[in-house]
């Protein structure tokens, strides 16, 4: 396949990929307000759609990025991974996650993030990149330890 060809097919991947995380955000907003963990699901749909919005400027719009464009985007991407226990939590619990949890599981990618910015220094962005592996892992754990609570509660 030729480098042109591949070029068009990644485009249109993208947004297709776009369009329908565009339309899910949009149907889980008109039927997620029955009960709260679809309007969880819903805010974390709109906050990973706002990456894509982005992401989608950058790459096809105006790349004021540059060389930096891979890694910045990664890091807005890596946003997911708090996202993901705080859909956890939302699943699990009666009760909103406390803004503490949500403060700390969140600050580290902020600041990571912000830095990078400032300095584009490739240890700032490598060290988050495995600060986000390793704290995936310990959510997976949290996870699978919260649903098997969870599951001997409701029986």
Same mark, same amino acid.
Not at 13 to 23: A, D, E, H
Not at 29 to 35: C, D, P, V
Not at 60 to 77: A, K
């Given at each position: 396949?030729?480098?042109?060809?591949? /070029?068009?097919?990644?485009?249109?991947?993208?947004?297709?990929?776009?369009?329908?995380?565009?339309?899910?955000?949009?149907?889980? $907003?008109?039927?997620?307000?029955? /009960?709260?963990?679809?309007?969880?699901?819903?805010?974390?749909? +709109?906050?990973?759609?706002?990456?894509?919005?982005?992401?989608? &400027?950058?790459?096809?719009?105006?790349? =004021? #990025?540059?060389?930096?464009?891979?890694? =910045?985007?990664?890091?807005?991407? #890596?946003?997911?991974?708090? +996202?993901? +226990?705080?859909?956890? $939590?939302?699943?699990? /619990?009666?009760?909103?996650?406390?803004?503490?949890?949500?403060?700390?599981?969140? #600050?580290?990618?902020?600041?990571?993030?912000?830095? &990078?910015?400032?300095?584009?220094? /490739?240890?700032?962005? &490598?060290?988050?990149?495995?600060?986000?592996?390793?704290?995936?892992?310990?959510?997976?754990? &949290?996870?699978?330890?919260?649903?098997?609570? $969870?599951?001997?509660?409701?029986?």
């Amino acid at each position: 396949m030729e480098m042109a060809t591949l /070029h068009r097919l990644m485009d249109f991947s993208c947004g297709l990929f776009f369009m329908f995380q565009l339309f899910g955000t949009l149907l889980l $907003y008109l039927k997620g307000r029955a /009960h709260r963990l679809q309007r969880v699901v819903f805010w974390l749909m +709109l906050c990973l759609l706002s990456v894509s919005t982005f992401e989608f &400027y950058v790459f096809f719009i105006d790349n =004021f #990025l540059g060389n930096e464009l891979r890694p =910045f985007t990664n890091m807005l991407q #890596l946003s997911a991974v708090p +996202l993901c +226990l705080m859909l956890i $939590y939302a699943v699990t /619990h009666d009760c909103p996650m406390p803004w503490r949890w949500v403060v700390a599981n969140s #600050l580290p990618y902020v600041v990571a993030f912000v830095s &990078y910015l400032l300095v584009f220094k /490739h240890a700032v962005y &490598y060290g988050l990149m495995l600060f986000a592996a390793i704290h995936a892992l310990f959510i997976i754990a &949290y996870g699978f330890m919260s649903i098997r609570e $969870y599951n001997k509660k409701l029986r």
